[in-house]
């Protein structure tokens, strides 16, 4: 079992580009939740996708999109990227109805 | 809304000895869990210890324990006979018992263990 993979791991972006970003949950799970970690913070809520809908969102603008395909497997849009976009973007797998979830390593975005 | 807080931004253990990680926690809702995770500089966030807020018994894993004070709100882990590495980011996070739920982080406490 792979777990939780995303990619890229690394990113650079301009400010104004458009960003996608990957992520492949563990094997069965059908619930993907999305998380901002700002340097030497901790992670916040983006949203979260199960059944290929957007189930529940944080307090993230608009430009901050997603989708989840058939197989689970999930991409977050970020548009119009500002320099305070630049953090680690968290993927976290989970079935629906458990408590827990297994996160991957992270996609590092920096913002130039 | 939940929030959590942890108010040891930094920690540090000697090797072999024990170190306790606070963190206290607001919400209104009776059924919950609460979580420590493990982020090394690998960023990868490591599931260390889960509890119900249901049970009275503090949950337990190896060498990781944990207080968990549901009137108090407060639920501090344990690390017993720490090793170099368990050196990492400890977030404590809580989640609804709502079905589906996402995670409510705390800001962190960096644990170093020296040698």
């Known amino acids: 079992d792979a777990g939780v993979t995303q990619s890229p791991t690394h990113l650079i972006k301009t400010r104004g580009q458009q960003v996608t970003l990957r992520c492949s949950p563990k094997s069965g799970h059908d619930t993907v939740s999305w998380y901002q970690q700002a340097l030497g913070q901790g992670p916040q809520f983006i949203f979260q996708y199960y059944e290929e809908e957007e189930r529940q969102r944080g307090n993230f603008p608009d430009r901050f999109s997603g989708h989840q395909f058939p197989n689970y497997s999930s991409e977050l849009n970020v548009n119009a990227l500002l320099l305070g976009d630049s953090a680690l973007y968290l993927c976290?797998?989970?079935?629906?109805?458990?408590?827990?979830?297994?996160f991957g390593q992270g996609t590092r975005l920096t913002v130039v | 809304a939940q929030t959590v807080t942890q108010s040891q931004p930094e920690m540090s253990v000697q090797e072999a000895e024990t170190v306790t990680l606070s963190c206290t926690y607001d919400?209104?809702?009776?059924?919950?869990?609460l979580f420590w995770y493990k982020q090394p500089p690998s960023r990868q966030m490591i599931l260390v210890i889960r509890?119900?807020?249901?049970?009275?018994q503090n949950a337990t894993e190896n060498r990781f324990s944990v207080n968990f004070q549901k009137a108090a709100k407060s639920f501090s882990l344990k690390i017993s006979d720490s090793q170099l590495g368990d050196a990492a980011m400890y977030f404590c996070a809580y989640r609804s018992q709502i079905y589906g739920q996402n995670f409510v982080f705390g800001p962190g406490t960096r644990l170093s263990v020296l040698p």
């Open positions: 976290a797998s989970s079935f629906v109805d458990r408590a827990e979830a297994f």
């Open positions: 919400t209104s809702e009776s059924d919950y869990y």
């Open positions: 509890q119900e807020a249901y049970k009275q």
